[in-house]
């Protein structure tokens, strides 16, 4: 089974991105749905973040109140520290359990869809966590900041602390196997993925046949 990583930062559509790969019939796991998934009702990480930050970042039905818990963690990184020590070993435990999934349902390709894959060290030969990674960009910083400041909630300066803690777009591109530009439109943008899909699954002899 190939795991390809697909990165990319705020606003660049690596969201629309994956849900190409979805519409191309590969597995997606998107790290951000599992982080949902941990901060709802009954989830894995309510009782220890709720512990380290106090209730006041629950709501009324028991979850995780993702603006209240943006107000304690932006702009202090200590806080994010805490945050991020309790919330990524959870998502990468919830991830090894769905790629032992796809490999028994011997997928040929799959997708890990990880916002700040760079930063977290997941290419890196000793995480092994992917085979190789697409990186997403739009090509044009004023574009990727239209779109994100027309976010609902979305100010310049939380747009500037979550850029403070995503790789530059540049380097991204310098570290990826596969560049996908969401700049040129929809449709070309879905011929990417297309093609790419059609290469790795036709690839022979794994990651020498990029």
Known sequence: MFVLGLTGGIGQGKSTVAAFFTKAGVPVHDADAAVHALYAPGGR?????AAAFGPAILDPAGSISRPALSQAVVGQP???ARLEGI?????TSERAGWLGGQ???MEPLV???IPLLFETGADSAEAAVVDAVAVVTCGDPALQRARVLARPGMTPGKLEAILSRQAPDDEKQRRADFIINTGLGL?????EVVALVERLRGREGGRAKW
Not at 45 to 49: L, N
Not at 187 to 191: F, S
């Open 111 to 113: 997708v890990l869809d």
């Open 187 to 191: 449709a070309e943008t879905e011929a």
């Open 78 to 80: 200590d806080a994010l």
């Open 45 to 49: 990480a309510v009782a220890p973040v």
């Open 87 to 91: 919330v990524h070993p959870l998502v």
């Open 103 to 105: 490999e028994k349902k």
